[in-house]
């Protein structure tokens, strides 16, 4: 993997589910899928983040869920997410 694309998140799955759906479409459309990583940290949400991910777990582009236990504040969820990537570069979407 050469990017992940970091996603912190807190009660927005609609325009998370747009996101993604955007976002794995481009990675599949441009073969990317080895390349490419998306990691989402919801922040304790309370609306259906967490069913949106897991929705995208399954498909061929590399997606990884976190949650938070309690919401921890946008920055401490940024550097949480920011701590879980691997790879030499990262882009942020939030």
Same mark, same amino acid.
């Not at 481009?26 to 304790?44: F, M, P, R, T």
């Given at each position: 993997?050469?990017? &992940? %694309?970091? %996603? ?9 589910? @747009? ?5 794995c @479409?481009?990675? @599949? ?11 989402? &940290?919801?922040?304790? &949400? ?5 069913l ?15 949650? *938070? *236990? ?12 920011? &701590? @879980? ?10």
């Amino acid at each position: 993997m050469k990017l &992940s %694309i970091l %996603i912190p998140t807190y009660n927005r799955c609609n325009d998370l589910r @747009k996101n993604l759906e955007l976002l794995c @479409k481009y990675i @599949k459309d441009d073969q990317l899928e080895s390349e490419v990583c998306i990691c989402v &940290s919801d922040n304790a &949400s309370t609306d259906d983040t967490s069913l949106v991910v897991q929705s995208f777990c399954d498909s061929n582009v590399s997606v990884a869920y976190y949650c *938070q *236990q309690q919401n921890v504040g946008y920055c401490n969820n940024l550097l949480y997410v920011l &701590s @879980k990537a691997t790879t030499d570069w990262v882009m942020l979407l939030g």
